[in-house]
């Protein structure tokens, strides 16, 4: 049975395949730009100067809109991992040897699907700073901005550098 579903859905394997690559752009570059020049410079104006409300609900109101567009990343990302399966099944590709396909599945793993995680629990879950601010939860708010700042930070790093090199491994298939 399993093996006549594969067959089935096998002839639309470049199918899957274009929305893994599109997904893998909405997820890759859907937060960059609003990050970069908008939230990041509103979270830092607003660590200078805690005591400024004006900053502060400039920052507030930056993070709101950047969660609510982390939605869409976070939608592709899930699109992502499903369509990177469904490849790896009808193409059965095996995993034991070395190869693009290995290195790309294991920085998944052990990288960007920790790192997403955590993300989405920021930006929608336990961290979700509209629900907090909406609560009147000023503390706990505060706390979930901190912790989503301190994240950004960290992995603004390991992003710049693995999703452009996920990009050339994939394309260029080095090994």
Avoid: C, Q
């Amino acid at each position: 049975m399993i093996d006549e579903i594969r067959l089935a859905i096998g002839p639309g394997y470049l199918y899957i395949k274009a929305l893994h690559v599109l997904s893998a752009a909405i997820w890759s570059f859907s937060t960059t730009v609003a990050f970069s020049f908008y939230l990041k410079p509103a979270l830092r104006a607003a660590s200078r100067h805690p005591d400024d409300p004006a900053l502060r609900a400039r920052r507030d109101e930056f993070m709101r809109r950047f969660d609510k567009g982390a939605s869409l990343e976070h939608i592709a990302f899930v699109i992502l991992v499903i369509t990177a399966a469904l490849m790896l099944w009808i193409g059965r590709v095996d995993l034991m040897r070395w190869s693009f396909i290995s290195a790309m599945l294991w920085l998944g793993i052990l990288v960007i699907l920790p790192m997403e995680a955590f993300d989405i629990y920021l930006s929608h879950l336990g961290g979700n700073k509209k629900r907090l601010h909406l609560a009147g939860d000023r503390e706990r708010y505060e706390r979930a901005m901190d912790w989503h700042w301190k994240f950004l930070r960290v992995t603004e790093p390991l992003v710049i550098v693995l999703v452009p090199a996920m990009f050339v491994i994939a394309i260029a298939k080095p090994f």
